[in-house]
């Protein structure tokens, strides 16, 4: 599967100069707003140390990374979801990701202008949040009017779909997201063909000076406690730190990283924290072309895992020859594992593990 994750947030929040530092895509950094138009799209691999050590188990001549996908959204400002600022654009390329990450200021610095003025994560969160409802409420007011005369001219299905639009529309009313919304089971599928903006899970980003890494600052306490309230989480990060990491080569990155007191660049825990919130997992295929990572969701069963490797293998899935990454670790070789007993036969049944390696069987 392919992630993808939308970078949004007011102009001139270091937005676009993190998605530069993550995709190396080149994008437009000028400090005005609006510089970026168009949703660029930048492919990323995900960094999981396991995948090596998968490659050289097996023999494998290469790794092939599981991907994630940044899609930096241009600055959204108050009023987008009437169209200021080129908001109805923007907002469309919000509904298309699986997971927003808003990037909020959290840094001084009296040469990059803020379009508010002063640097307020809670009152620049409000600002975007308060938009995506908007445009929400859009969005269900437009089926509720189409619904409305279909059920008094005795459409049977609009009369029983009505009430449940109406219970969302007043939800959101209330400022409430689109994802706290209690559906029933038969409900959720209706619910879930608008495409809400505000049910998507949200990763906060607080964009902070050098300085401040790794803990943060007042700002980021401020947000902090805004998330908080909303169970989402924040990752700190400072744009201008990341965009000299890129930079780097490979083997000065860790240095520069032990130097600012991190164990892990910020594109590394953003991908974390984007998996743990999307309920991803990783699993691994070797074979004499290559070692590979594949993403799913987690209670994935081997089946549908086989089908992310390639279509027939879900199709004709027989079975899977099933070890776990530590296992696999430990034992040495595939050979000793095999010969250890650690290696497992798994059915269509098998719910996949974070970790697994797994080689499946399939009729063609």
Not at 97 to 110: L, S
Not at 127 to 150: H, M
């Amino acid at each position: 599967m392919s992630l993808q994750c939308g970078l949004v947030g007011l102009p001139n929040v270091g937005k676009s100069t993190i998605f530069n530092a993550m995709s190396d895509a080149g994008v437009d950094a000028e400090n005005y707003p609006f510089c970026t138009v168009d949703a660029n799209v930048g492919v990323v691999p995900v960094p999981d140390e396991r995948l090596e050590r998968v490659r050289e188990l097996a023999g494998s001549p290469k790794t092939v990374p599981t991907t994630i996908e940044f899609v930096d959204i241009a600055g959204l400002v108050e009023g987008a979801s009437e169209g200021e600022g080129l908001g109805n654009q923007f907002l469309a390329n919000i509904r298309e990701v699986d997971a927003i990450i808003h990037v909020v200021r959290c840094f001084e610095d009296d040469s990059v202008a803020h379009v508010d003025g002063s640097v307020d994560p809670a009152r620049d969160v409000e600002t975007i949040n308060t938009e995506l409802l908007l445009r929400d409420l859009e969005t269900v007011e437009k089926r509720i009017d189409t619904l409305r005369p279909a059920a008094k001219k005795g459409d049977q299905e609009a009369a029983e779909t009505l009430p449940l639009f109406e219970r969302l529309h007043a939800h959101l009313s209330e400022g409430n997201w689109a994802r706290t919304f209690e559906a029933g089971t038969d409900e959720q599928p209706l619910v879930d063909e608008l495409f809400l903006l505000t049910d998507k899970p949200v990763l906060y980003v607080a964009n902070v000076a050098e300085d401040d890494l790794p803990g943060g600052n007042e700002h980021v306490e401020a947000l902090r406690a805004v998330a908080d309230a909303e169970g989402a989480q924040v990752v700190v990060i400072s744009a201008e730190a990341e965009a000299q990491i890129a930079e780097l080569p490979p083997e000065e990155r860790q240095l520069f990283l032990d130097d600012m007191g991190l164990e892990h660049s910020g594109l590394e825990r953003l991908i974390r924290a984007a998996y743990e919130e999307l309920d991803l997992i990783t699993f691994f295929t070797a074979d004499e072309k290559g070692a590979y990572a594949w993403t799913v969701e987690e209670g994935t069963r081997a089946p549908q895992a086989a089908g992310q490797v390639h279509s027939d293998f879900e199709q004709g899935f027989i079975k899977a020859e099933t070890i776990h990454f530590s296992d696999f670790d430990d034992a040495g070789s595939e050979k000793a594992a095999r010969n250890a007993g650690l290696l497992r036969t798994e059915g269509k049944d098998y719910v996949v593990e974070d970790g697994d390696v797994m080689e499946f069987r399939f009729n063609v």
